[in-house]
């Protein structure tokens, strides 16, 4: 079993580089690196067969076996008080234990992948549902255009429970650089005549979705091979993007798999 180091001063390099990645949500960029914070996102981690470079827990946590267990995936395991783990939790109830590890290097568009394009989505909990279902319903990557949210920020790997690990994630681009994919865009629209139960879709295809006040960018729009509108009898503007992802994305799965 590996020893764990202790700390107890809230001075220590590692907790103040802690502090700084729970609560700046790009703080991730300049620092290379992650903090999965919770049980769900930790073991998530290890699902998908990535190992962490060390684990933190509050001295309540490793008195956990289950939770002892699972520090155990990393070669470096840090206890410190409960206080002080409260003190850079960036959560409401801490979870006592969470994974420090490199960023992972942004791999380069896969063209004919089947893909969620997010056109500077702000909310960090749509973008973390969106991932979510873009991994259950078999999407393989997600492109999100500058001005959307960090992608690897503490909210967005929170509401995205692990789905980050099973998808290829690219940020911070320009419209310019879809030009890499090799499959139709697909985008949604209040607009848009054809309707997303009766309109034939492509597969693969790369699923455009908007800012969520102001929809896809126009430009964006003129860019895609096929523009539907999800059929909303109860109200026109009653699906927030999240949703009516999840409806797109399941559709593109249920075509692909009948």
Known sequence: MTEPLRISSKDNPL?????KLARDGGGYRKAGELWL???HLCSALLQRGRRPAQAVLA??????????ALAQAAPRVVVVPDALFDGFSALPSPAGIGFLLPLPDQPAIAPQAATVVLDRLQDAGNVGSILR??????MAQVLALQGTAALWSPKV????????FGLRLVEGLQPADLDALAVPLVGTSLQADALLPATPLPSPCAWLLGHEGQGVAPALLARCALTVRIPQPGGEESLNVAAAAAVCLYESMRRTAA
């Open 15 to 19: 907790l103040q580089r802690l502090r």
């Open 37 to 39: 914070e919770g049980e």
């Open 59 to 68: 001295e309540a946590a490793w008195a956990q076996p289950a939770l002892r």
């Open 133 to 138: 279902s873009a991994a259950a319903f078999g």
């Open 157 to 164: 790997l929170r509401a995205g429970m692990g789905a980050h």
